[in-house]
């Protein structure tokens, strides 16, 4: 199976993180190809910068295209989002 796992950073390295890589590293392991794409937050700086992802967080064409464009590269079979 060929499984795209979608996730986003945050600027603090923490649990869900870890869960990515050990679920990565499972399927792997398992025999499938699994591609993660990983978007941060890091460079959320400004209050403009907040206020435009929050209204991006309900619906993001930029993100959508990116993710489809995405998809069709890798051939995904499968998809988890852990957070976008």
């Not at 199976?1 to 869960?19: A, F, T």
């Not at 460079?43 to 959508?64: V, W």
């Amino acid at each position: 199976m060929r499984i795209l796992i979608l996730h986003n950073r945050y600027k603090l390295h923490g649990g869900e993180d870890v869960v990515v890589q050990q679920e990565s590293q499972l399927l792997r392991d398992a025999g499938h190809f699994v591609d993660v794409m990983e978007v941060s937050n890091d460079e959320i700086e400004s209050s403009g910068d907040k206020l435009k992802t929050a209204f991006m967080s309900i619906y993001s064409p930029p993100m959508r295209r990116l993710v489809e464009r995405r998809i069709q590269e890798t051939g995904a079979d499968g998809l988890r989002i852990t957070a976008l």
